[in-house]
């Protein structure tokens, strides 16, 4: 088991909205993206990152377990109970 792990990724513009089952957008921040990132065993923000004007996001030294990452416009404080994505809403 590993005591700590490391969780990134990229948000894409991909203009046909994934008809194609395809990612093949372009890396993308609109402006004031944030990944969040929440424990699913305690329901709360472990962690927030803006994203990157690349698109991209990094959480480092994060301690093992399990989580899913939410893209939102808001920004959250770590240790709240988990937010909802809130994107333009013509965003996927």
Do not use: E, K
Request: hydrophobic content about 40%.
């Amino acid at each position: 088991p590993f005591s700590t792990i490391s969780v990134s990724g990229t948000v894409y513009n991909d203009l046909n909205g994934l008809t194609d089952n395809l990612i093949n957008g372009i890396p993308f921040n609109a402006g004031g993206l944030y990944a969040v990132l929440i424990n699913t065993a305690t329901n709360n923000i472990a962690a927030v990152q803006a994203v990157g004007s690349n698109g991209t996001y990094n959480f480092n030294s994060v301690n093992g377990g399990q989580y899913y990452v939410l893209i939102t416009n808001v920004h959250h404080n770590v240790g709240n109970s988990a937010c909802t994505a809130s994107v333009t809403s013509n965003w996927v």
